[in-house]
């Protein structure tokens, strides 16, 4: 699906960044990806109607990251 998406998007002259969290990501870049991103898109499995931990951390970490940053978020509301 990555490689479908990725050759679509880009035959249509659209710059892709991607992410694979099984190989570790460092925060501060991700937070940087959002702020370059026009449209983000996620995969992954679901699991009983919810995403893996591994995702659910990342989001959160990323978030509370630029939350504390100022960067990617201003405030919680």
Not at 44 to 61: G, L, M
């Amino acid at each position: 699906m990555i490689e479908t998406a990725t050759q679509t998007l880009e035959a249509k002259e659209n710059k892709i960044n991607l992410t694979a969290l099984e190989k570790g990501c460092d925060i501060n870049q991700e937070i940087e990806k959002h702020l370059w991103a026009d449209l983000i898109i996620t995969q992954s499995p679901v699991y009983w109607f919810a995403t893996p931990w591994i995702y659910k951390k990342f989001i959160d970490e990323v978030f509370t990251t630029g939350l504390v940053q100022q960067s990617l978020l201003m405030d919680d509301g």
